[in-house]
Nanobody
Framework: QVQLVESGGGLVQTGGSLRLSCAAS????????MIWYRRAPGKEREFVAT???????YYAHSVKGRFTISRDKATRTVYLQMNSLKPEDTAIYYC?????WGQGTQVTVSA
């Protein structure tokens, strides 16, 4: 059983930065991607970024060039560095390692 715990969310002004963390514990599968999603108020959940077991990264068009996904294998933690934040980035951010989801962390970007 895998457990995922996100942290690092908060309130930031437009143009600011935050770094989200997703700490994994329990039995993790080395051949599965780690993925960040987000759900904004009144909107569907959307893909943000993923990192593959080999370290390849992929991003949603809306965050490419501003967000960076990375991982620390030793601590089994995945990070999402978010720069140049915009109000439209306001959402609950979730990490997932199929089929497990974390509880989410709120990111609020003020105008």
């Amino acid at each position: 059983q895998v457990q995922l715990v996100e942290s690092g969310g908060g309130l930031v002004q437009t143009g600011g930065s935050l770094r989200l963390s997703c700490a994994a514990s329990g039995r993790t599968l080395s051949n599965s991607n780690m993925i960040w999603y987000r759900r904004a108020p009144g909107k569907e959940r959307e893909f943000v970024a993923t990192i593959t077991p080999s370290g390849m990264t992929y991003y949603a068009h809306s965050v490419k060039g501003r967000f960076t996904i990375s991982r620390d294998k030793a601590t089994r933690t995945v990070y999402l560095q978010m720069n140049s934040l915009k109000p439209e980035d306001t959402a609950i951010y979730y990490c997932t390692h199929a089929p497990t989801w974390g509880q989410g962390t709120q990111v609020t970007v003020s105008a």
